[in-house]
């Protein structure tokens, strides 16, 4: 079993900054971990991918479109813990973000529905 922990949220003005993390706390499942990524849902819209990282290999990362120049994505693999930096936060990033983590080893990114731990969220609010 695998359990992931986010904190970091929180209310911020445009233009602010937040610094996510993502800690695993438990950690006994056999299969290693390779691929994780934040996730943000706002009320009445779907979750949608932010960002993901491969755990090996290259580490190569994934941002998303709406997000791209403003958010990183980086994992200490000596804290367990994933990091989402958000800079030059805007209004529509308000949401609930999520960390999420897909076992075995990927050579793509995951789809959402092959994720198989999910942290319980955290929430931030942009306000204008």
């Known amino acids: 079993q695998v359990q992931l922990v986010e904190s970091g949220g929180g209310s911020v003005q445009a233009g602010g900054s937040l610094r996510l993390r993502c800690t695993i706390t438990?950690?006994?499942?056999?299969?290693?971990?390779?691929?994780m990524g934040w996730f943000r849902q706002a009320p009445g819209k779907e979750r949608e991918g932010v960002a993901g990282?491969?755990?090996?290999?290259?580490?190569?990362?994934y941002i998303a479109d709406s997000v791209k120049g403003r958010f990183t994505i980086s994992h200490d693999n000596n804290k367990n813990t994933l990091y989402l930096q958000m800079n030059s936060l805007k209004p529509e990033d308000t949401a609930m973000y999520y960390c999420?983590?897909?076992?075995?080893?990927?050579?793509?990114?995951?789809?959402?529905?092959?994720?198989?731990?999910w942290g319980q969220g955290t929430q931030v609010t942009v306000s204008s």
């Open positions: 438990e950690w006994t499942d056999t299969d290693s971990l390779g691929y």
């Open positions: 999420a983590a897909a076992s075995g080893q990927w050579y793509w990114r995951p789809s959402l529905s092959q994720y198989n731990y």
């Open positions: 990282i491969f755990l090996s290999g290259g580490r190569n990362t």
